[in-house]
């Protein structure tokens, strides 16, 4: 096991995943991703041997604020990676800048632009994606799901889920006057949407208006949409918020059999549970970096990490469970409220 | 009662007209924009003008009717590339400003004194200029032909040729509507409507079916502005920003999002018109209204009518609250 | 939400029923004999017709059908028509465009044949306007550019359009700074925002022109009226959709409604004809080559003062920073304990005052008002917030200024007819390179 060759938290999480509600999983397909990495040096912006997704110099800012300030990271094929980070930090926004929903304020410029070898430069799968627009990376095989979920409210559940759908011909104006020109692809797709359903625990749904579904299922059913179109990459932004723990756990299996089919995964998550326990790299953001990656054990004690998320005080592994009870929850959420409101001050 | 009479009459009359046939077929090219993708087009009259320019100018041009046509249609496509293509993506109100901006600019434009050669000015150009290839096509004959309640010609201008043409061209639409809005292709806009960004997410190219529906919407606004000139004469003030809004009007009342609701719509709308004139007309003394003014309350009603249907009926007679063209708490 | 529709049409039955008198002559009133005076029997219609040097017109033939009559009379010495009518109703007047002397033409922008709805006890007027061009054998006109001012771009020309934009920009600035301000707030597009304008130069008509009060006092009296009809609109109609939870898109609809039963309840009361605040002779004034009314320097002086007095009171007082948060964030300025339904009812308030200034302002400077003055200039207002961009009131005024110098400058090279087509075209292109107009939420800065 590759963890094995990381020294401290190791053990730790050994033990604990014999404990925990969250099953491990771990087939062989899944050692094999971990060996994948296992080779690689845990510092920030290190090469992967295969990456699927490589960025560099990737900055955004929102008037004087710098939201995203990557020099360069490798996201590894095939694995499940993590992306950690304190509130604000800036991963929803690295997120719209890879999937082409926001540009970067490095992006070159005809005129005026940063200096060559210092603009913002993204390569999925090998090719350029730095000035792909959303539709297309979508196409090209990475889809993404949203932090505040975009279920379409008045389109029913099972509708929802065939818009996810890739080779649909019927989606063509001139094909679609004819029904028998698609009616068969239809059939395959609403097949495959109802698996998928089942599988998400949304089938006796299908029939509703996704608007009339709940916060968690809508969650669900945006990640069961995002998957119709079987991509090459799913980047989840906080998928299981709100999704109740039973349910996680399945869908968890779910992600790793699909990482084991050969998928890449990439989200981004606060349960550090979660993410220990089924990523097999963790990437750590804060305030626009990448502070740290590594395996999962290796990130939680790096100090760099510690002080992110809990300030330079505190001296505590982030996977201990102790850490989320209520009053440090409270704790932290009174820090990071001080720091909005300094900050705010300083800017006003 | 022989007022009332004389009211149903006209209502009667008014239902079958091409004149509510052109208003329902533009009401269907509008139900495209903004009923099923969502698009604020304010300026469904301004593709009306297009398309009776088109068509009427060609014709006067010595052109053939179906070349005519697909003139008046080719420039219709223009006009949504031209609007479109700057304002699709951008957030929604850029698009009505566009698009009412620049029907008012069709409109300016055509009643120019420097175009009077062309377009006629501020006058317009007469029927009798562009109708007789249409109506040498007819087949119905030259007699009077009288059904239920409805004695027209059989070909004059207002007669059976324009009705039965004019409302064929709204079945078959209604048809065409009906077959795509079931289609994949009829899901893709209304997720867009609903929410451009997912659907973009999933890998579809929404700025693509943005265009193909404001260009939809636009064609047949063109065949609704043939279909109103034909009977009539064309005269860039009838098809103004007024236009615009009675045709929104049109497509709330019957209801947004369905096949039907604009065609229901279209005669709803000149039904309550025509009743409120005739009944204020008959009950109310002309020293208090004249006849001018029971037109002008009609308008009003038609106004308040509108508000009315938007805050308490936004589906409209015919449509479903749970699938609502626009956001509705 | 029916109540303001109530007040609209109530307050329009009080302007209706008193407008005794619709004076819309441009020529001199009272100094040139009239052939008809109107009665309880009898109403008149009339106009003077010049030519485009200013001297009166005379001998032009005019057709008039309606009623029982079906009459031809011809303009006197002074340029003067008119003709006596003894049934209410529509009539339909016809220039003989043979009768217009060599070298001048009718406007292609005025109606011919036009119709006028004749009232007994009253004088409608009708303006056709001459100008220069020429008539070709077949009939066609072909009207002189320009010729409002003369031919050809020369320096004084444009300087005089240069200050005729300037007069529009301002008038324009203060309703579009109303218009910019309730959509800030609220995020709604005003379409009833015109109306909100003609409602200003129709009610200082009625108090000025009718009920002949001393022209200031109208004013005042005036704006005071719009700014209430702010208030009840939000009270009555605005706030309760809010809480309705009506969407933006529904209520901008809603205001489309609105805006067709206003026109309409204008036309209602006043006929479509234009209508007169100030019966006297425009004085004019010389400022070197420039040329302009005194009413119009005046009203430019009133502008600019309002406006600073609106710009100041956004940036420097307690309120005019709260409502900039709102626009902000609205449900940041809540949580942060401003009213925010008191700065919008506020808003709506003062951005109607405005708009009404504004339409009593251009009534004066423009020689009349109707009930499409508003429509006309709504979508002037829309375009200048639009280009302003930021979605500020001072994004409102910058646009509103370019807008007006466009329009009025662009009569330097095209006829009359293109001058607002100029306006929305600069929108359209300025969209294609630079978005941010006041639609799109700025980016949040700091
Ligand atoms: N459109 C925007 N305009 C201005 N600032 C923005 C915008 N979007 C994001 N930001 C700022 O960028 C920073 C990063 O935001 P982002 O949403 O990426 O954080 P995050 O890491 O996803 O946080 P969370 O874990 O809470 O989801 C925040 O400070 C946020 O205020
Ligand atoms: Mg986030």
């Not at chain 1, 059939?187 to 949407?193: D, G, H, M, R, V």
């Not at chain 3, 303009?75 to 220039?95: L, R």
Request: contains cysteine; glycine residues 12%; hydrophobic residues 50%.
């Amino acid at each position: 096991m590759s963890s094995d060759m990381i020294a401290p938290g190791a053990d730790d999480d050994t033990t604990r995943a014999g404990t925990t509600t969250l099953s491990h999983g771990m087939t062989a397909a899944g050692a094999a991703a971990k060996a994948s990495v296992a080779g690689v040096a845990a510092v920030p912006g290190v090469s992967k041997p295969d990456p699927i997704l490589t960025v560099d110099h990737v900055i955004r800012r929102f008037g004087g604020m710098t939201a995203v300030d990557v020099g360069h990271l490798e996201v590894q094929r095939g694995i499940i990676t993590a992306l950690i980070g304190p509130n604000g930090a800036g991963k929803t926004t690295f997120f719209n800048l890879i999937t082409g929903f926001d540009k970067p304020s490095s992006a070159p410029r005809l005129i005026g632009g940063p200096k060559a070898g210092e603009a913002a430069k993204s390569t999925f799968n090998g090719r350029d994606v730095g000035n792909t627009g959303a539709t297309k990376v979508a196409k090209m095989g990475m889809v993404r799901t949203f932090q505040l979920t975009k279920a379409l409210s008045k389109l029913t559940v099972i509708e929802n889920m065939r818009l996810g759908a890739k080779d649909q011909p019927g989606e063509n104006l001139f094909v679609s006057v004819l029904k028998p020109l698609w009616v068969k692809r239809e059939l395959e797709i609403t097949a495959k949407a109802e698996e998928l359903l089942a599988r998400f625990k949304l089938l006796d749904k299908k029939d509703d208006m996704a608007g009339s579904l709940s916060g968690g299922q809508k969650k669900l059913l945006e990640m069961a949409r995002a998957l119709m179109s079987d991509p090459v990459m799913i980047m989840l932004d906080e998928p299981m918020a709100g999704v109740n723990p039973a349910l996680t756990q399945s869908l968890l299996g779910h992600i790793q059999s699909l990482r084991d089919e050969g998928m890449t995964v990439l989200f981004v998550e606060h349960d550090m549970n979660m993410v220990r326990h089924i990523s097999d790299w963790v990437v750590v953001m804060a305030e626009g970096k990448v502070v740290a990656e590594g395996p999962a054990s290796t990130v939680m004690n790096d100090p760099a990490v510690i002080d992110a998320y809990l300030g330079a005080h505190h001296n505590t592994d982030l996977g201990d469970d102790s850490l989320l009870t209520d009053e440090v929850a409270e704790e932290l959420a009174a820090e990071v409220q001080n720091e909005a409101l300094t900050e705010g001050e300083t800017k006003a | 009662m022989d007022q009332l009479l004389q009211t149903l009459n006209a209502i009667l009359n008014s239902a079958i007209s091409p004149q509510t046939a052109a208003l329902a077929i533009a009401a269907i090219g509008l139900n495209i924009h903004f009923g099923y993708t969502g698009l604020l087009n304010l300026g469904q009259a301004g593709f009306m003008l297009i398309g009776a320019y088109g068509f009427a100018i060609s014709i006067i041009g010595g052109l053939p009717i179906i070349l005519a046509i697909i003139i008046a249609l080719v420039a219709a496509l223009i006009f949504a590339l031209i609007l479109g293509i700057p304002t699709l993506k951008l957030r929604g109100d850029y698009l009505a400003i566009v698009t009412l901006s620049a029907a008012e600019i069709v409109r300016m434009i055509g009643r120019s004194s420097i175009l009077t050669d062309i377009t006629g000015g501020s006058n317009g150009l007469t029927g009798n200029q562009y109708r007789s290839p249409f109506t040498s096509l007819s087949f119905f004959g030259d007699g009077h032909i009288t059904v239920g309640p409805w004695s027209y010609d059989a070909t004059g201008s207002n007669g059976w040729w324009f009705i039965a043409t004019a409302w064929f061209v709204v079945g078959v639409l209604c048809l065409f509507v009906w077959a795509i809005m079931r289609s994949p292709w009829g899901r893709v806009l209304r997720g867009i409507r609903e929410d451009e960004d997912a659907v973009r997410s999933l890998g579809k190219n929404v700025y693509s079916y943005k265009m193909q529906a404001l260009i939809l919407g636009g064609v047949i606004g063109a065949v609704a502005g043939i279909v109103y000139i034909l009977p009539a004469s064309l005269q860039a003030d009838s098809m103004g920003r007024s236009m615009t809004y009675f045709i929104f009007t049109a497509l709330l009342l019957g209801g947004a999002a369905t096949v039907f609701g604009p065609v229901l719509g279209a005669i709803v709308f000149f039904a309550i018109r025509l009743f409120v004139q005739g009944i204020a007309g008959q009950f109310i003394p002309s020293s208090i209204m004249n006849g001018q003014q029971t037109e002008q309350f009609a308008w009003i009603i038609i106004g308040i009518t509108l508000m009315l249907v938007v805050i308490f009926r936004p589906q409209g007679i015919l449509g479903n609250k749970k699938e609502l063209s626009f956001d509705v708490k | 939400m029916i109540m303001l529709v109530m007040v609209a049409i109530v307050t329009m039955v009080t302007l209706g029923s008193s407008s005794a008198r619709a004076d819309t002559t441009p020529g001199p009133v009272g100094t040139a004999a009239t052939t008809c005076a109107s009665d309880a029997t009898t109403g008149c219609l009339q106009g003077t017709i010049k030519l485009p040097n200013g001297d009166p017109a005379v001998g032009i033939k005019l057709e008039i059908k309606g009623g029982d009559l079906d009459t031809t009379i011809a303009t006197g010495d002074d340029g003067k028509w008119s003709q006596a009518i003894t049934v209410a109703g529509p009539y339909t007047i016809t220039v003989d465009t043979s009768s217009i002397p060599d070298g001048a033409v009718l406007d292609s922008a005025t109606k011919n044949p036009a119709t006028v709805t004749g009232a007994l006890n009253k004088n409608v007027g009708y303006v056709f306007k001459v100008v220069g061009g020429t008539t070709a054998a077949d009939g066609t006109t072909t009207q002189t550019p320009g010729t409002d001012t003369g031919t050809g771009i020369t320096f004084d020309r444009f300087l005089q359009q240069f200050a005729s934009g300037i007069r529009l920009g301002l008038l324009l600035a203060l309703a579009a700074v109303g218009l910019s301000l309730i959509f800030g707030t609220t995020g709604l597009s005003n379409f009833a925002h015109g109306e909100q304008v003609t409602l200003g130069g129709l009610l200082a008509y009625l108090f000025a022109n009718v009920l002949g009060l001393n022209l200031i006092l109208a004013a005042v009296i005036s704006v005071v009226i719009c700014a209430a009809t702010g208030y009840f609109q939000d009270a009555l109609i605005w706030k309760p959709l809010r809480r309705r939870g009506l969407g933006t898109t529904q209520l901008m609809i809603v205001t489309i409604g609105l805006s067709i039963a206003l026109q309409y309840s204008y036309q209602y009361f006043l006929g479509a004809s234009t209508v007169r605040i100030d019966r006297a002779n425009p004085v004019t004034v010389d400022l070197g080559p420039i040329t302009l009314s005194a009413q119009s320097l005046i009203s430019m002086g009133i502008a600019v003062i309002v406006i600073a007095l609106v710009g100041w009171v956004l940036v420097k007082t307690r309120v005019g920073r709260a409502t900039r948060a709102v626009s902000d964030n609205p449900a940041l300025a809540a949580a942060s304990g401003i009213d925010v339904d008191r700065i919008i009812r506020l808003v709506w308030t003062s951005a109607t005052a405005l708009a009404g200034l504004s339409g009593v302002l251009l009534g004066l400077v423009l020689n009349g008002v109707n009930w499409q003055t508003g429509l006309q200039l709504l979508l002037l207002m829309f375009a200048a917030i639009t280009l302003g961009g930021l979605g500020t009131a001072f994004g409102a005024l910058a646009g509103a200024m370019i807008i007006g110098l466009v329009v009025e400058l662009t009569n330097l090279v095209l006829p009359g007819d293109f001058k607002y087509a100029t306006a929305l075209l600069i929108l359209i292109l300025v969209l294609l390179v630079r978005p941010q107009g006041i639609f799109g939420r700025r980016e949040r800065i700091g």
